[in-house]
């Protein structure tokens, strides 16, 4: 049997594979003129700063991943949770390899294709953080997951009875019972918000259904408290602490009645928002059960220059003992683009739109300014400088009057919401705090 969290050879063999890919110059990011496989990038010598890449470019500075990794193996330590980080968010096996080297539980995906990508690249351990609906989804299910990989212990969610009657006769469908039932967590939900049962009584039925279904195993129970982005932060802090509490009774309950697959039962919740109290809420264990807490963070690893920046200010607030745990999360992706048109007073342009960077959440925040030829490194830059909007290829820039910028000038942006942002790249570039290119990571949207 192999590692039941990941085949470290495996997917060391497939991200061989992968970076082998030949470069054929139609990769945004990457120069047209290289050739040979994405491997080769790293070892061009490219730097951003010396002009030797395409603009827009996406960027991952090494030295805030390391940062980031470090924080979240502290936090682990400190509370005892394990974590499952979601995929989805860069979709990038090879970072998926760098929280699998640090200790993660197992991989979160969004839907079966994702998992079944994840799980090519030697995961083994998959919480698929949605409901399974769609033939050719719940094929995949069974045929490409479960069937495939005898040694893949995958989890997915069911907030209906009518959910979970379609998997069970999916299976029985295919003429036999099989020897590992597909394991499943009831999702918790709240009223207006996302998918999940709503209240605790409908989350209990539910259960009991699951549990009286041979094709299904009920292994634990789930939910996604980052539903409440209509209200004020300290509402949505309320409310979302009281949603992971939601799980941790109903797991108790279930368990006093026996409904549970054999085997640890799992309790996961924890976006990038409030994996904190997810963690605390989680940790209580059931007598004579061994209980797994499982947080599924996905952007810690990346983090952001604004809306999760504010977030984790906000936890720090809510649990000062967590800065002990050394610097915190700091932002490693950045989007750079030119300055490529000054038309009008007050206004410029920057070559990075919206098939560029994130729009969803907020705008893109200029953070870096670089002249070629008179910095040495980036410098900050000068106020009165925003993005009013976006276009599919042009940003549009607030400037003062006059302009600092010269056209040519190079400019960093830092994101809202790095998930809308990596879906727009297939390959991001690595780079080291002088901006020169050590990798090509490749993402799988």
């Given at each position: 049997?192999?590692?039941?969290?990941?085949?470290?050879?495996e997917m060391?063999?497939?991200?061989?594979a992968?970076a082998?890919?030949p470069?054929?110059?139609?990769?945004?990011?990457i120069?047209?003129?290289?050739?040979?496989n994405f491997?080769?990038?790293g070892?061009?010598?490219?730097?951003?700063?010396?002009?030797?890449?395409p603009?827009p470019?996406?960027v991952l500075r090494q030295s805030a991943?390391d940062?980031?990794?470090?924080?979240?193996r502290?936090?682990?330590?400190?509370t005892?949770?394990?974590i499952?980080?979601?995929g989805?968010?860069?979709m990038?096996?090879?970072?998926?390899?760098?929280?699998m080297q640090?200790?993660?539980?197992?991989?979160?995906?969004?839907?079966a294709?994702?998992?079944?990508i994840f799980?090519?690249?030697?995961?083994?351990?998959?919480i698929l953080?949605n409901?399974?609906?769609?033939a050719?989804?719940?094929?995949v299910?069974?045929?490409?997951l479960?069937?495939k990989y005898?040694?893949l212990?995958?989890s997915c969610l069911v907030d209906?009875?009518?959910?979970?009657q379609?998997l069970?006769?999916?299976?029985?469908?295919?003429?036999?019972?099989?020897?590992?039932p597909l394991?499943v967590?009831i999702e918790?939900?709240?009223?207006?918000?996302?998918t999940?049962?709503?209240?605790?009584?409908?989350?209990?039925?539910?259960?009991?259904?699951?549990a009286?279904?041979?094709e299904?195993a009920?292994?634990?129970?789930?939910?996604?408290?980052?539903?409440?982005?209509?209200?004020?932060?300290?509402?949505r802090?309320a409310?979302?602490?009281?949603?992971?509490?939601?799980?941790?009774?109903?797991?108790?309950v279930?368990a006093?009645?026996?409904?549970?697959a054999d085997g640890?039962?799992v309790?996961?919740?924890?976006?990038?928002?409030?994996f904190d109290?997810?963690?605390r809420?989680?940790?209580?264990?059931i007598?004579?059960?061994?209980v797994v807490?499982?947080?599924r963070?996905?952007?810690?690893?990346?983090?952001?220059?604004?809306?999760f920046?504010r977030?984790?200010?906000?936890?720090?607030?809510?649990?000062p003992?967590l800065s002990?745990?050394?610097?915190g999360l700091?932002?490693?992706?950045?989007v750079w683009?030119?300055v490529?048109?000054q038309?009008?007073?007050?206004l410029a342009f920057a070559?990075?739109?919206?098939?560029d960077?994130?729009?969803d959440v907020?705008?893109?925040?200029p953070?870096?300014?670089?002249?070629p030829g008179r910095?040495q490194?980036?410098?900050?830059?000068p106020?009165?400088?925003?993005?009013l909007r976006l276009n599919d290829?042009h940003?549009?820039?607030r400037v003062p009057d006059?302009s600092?910028?010269?056209?040519?000038?190079?400019l960093?942006f830092?994101?809202?919401?790095?998930?809308t942002?990596f879906?727009?790249?297939?390959?991001?570039?690595?780079v080291?705090d002088?901006?020169?290119?050590t990798?090509?990571?490749?993402?799988?949207?």
């Amino acid at each position: 049997m192999k590692n039941p969290t990941y085949d470290a050879d495996e997917m060391e063999r497939r991200l061989t594979a992968d970076a082998m890919a030949p470069l054929d110059g139609t990769t945004k990011g990457i120069p047209s003129r290289l050739s040979g496989n994405f491997d080769d990038v790293g070892r061009q010598e490219l730097s951003l700063l010396d002009g030797d890449l395409p603009f827009p470019v996406a960027v991952l500075r090494q030295s805030a991943l390391d940062q980031n990794r470090a924080w979240m193996r502290s936090f682990l330590a400190s509370t005892g949770v394990k974590i499952a980080p979601h995929g989805k968010t860069p979709m990038a096996p090879a970072l998926a390899q760098m929280q699998m080297q640090d200790g993660a539980w197992g991989i979160t995906a969004a839907t079966a294709q994702q998992a079944a990508i994840f799980a090519a690249f030697g995961i083994r351990r998959i919480i698929l953080a949605n409901q399974v609906v769609g033939a050719e989804n719940i094929r995949v299910v069974i045929e490409d997951l479960l069937e495939k990989y005898e040694d893949l212990e995958l989890s997915c969610l069911v907030d209906s009875a009518s959910g979970a009657q379609l998997l069970a006769d999916a299976i029985r469908s295919r003429g036999v019972i099989p020897h590992r039932p597909l394991r499943v967590l009831i999702e918790v939900g709240a009223v207006g918000g996302r998918t999940g049962a709503r209240g605790a009584e409908a989350a209990l039925s539910l259960a009991r259904f699951v549990a009286s279904l041979p094709e299904l195993a009920l292994s634990g129970v789930e939910a996604y408290e980052g539903v409440f982005g209509d209200h004020s932060p300290d509402a949505r802090t309320a409310l979302a602490r009281n949603m992971v509490e939601e799980v941790a009774a109903l797991a108790h309950v279930a368990a006093a009645e026996g409904l549970f697959a054999d085997g640890p039962i799992v309790v996961t919740a924890g976006g990038t928002e409030f994996f904190d109290l997810a963690a605390r809420a989680l940790s209580a264990g059931i007598a004579g059960r061994e209980v797994v807490p499982v947080i599924r963070s996905g952007c810690y690893l990346t983090h952001d220059h604004l809306s999760f920046a504010r977030m984790f200010e906000r936890m720090l607030d809510r649990d000062p003992s967590l800065s002990k745990l050394g610097p915190g999360l700091t932002p490693a992706l950045e989007v750079w683009a030119a300055v490529q048109s000054q038309p009008e007073p007050g206004l410029a342009f920057a070559t990075m739109g919206k098939r560029d960077v994130s729009y969803d959440v907020e705008m893109p925040v200029p953070t870096h300014w670089f002249r070629p030829g008179r910095d040495q490194a980036p410098i900050a830059v000068p106020e009165g400088v925003s993005v009013l909007r976006l276009n599919d290829q042009h940003a549009f820039l607030r400037v003062p009057d006059p302009s600092p910028f010269e056209l040519g000038d190079l400019l960093g942006f830092g994101v809202s919401h790095v998930c809308t942002t990596f879906d727009k790249w297939r390959s991001v570039l690595l780079v080291d705090d002088q901006y020169r290119v050590t990798r090509a990571i490749r993402t799988y949207f």
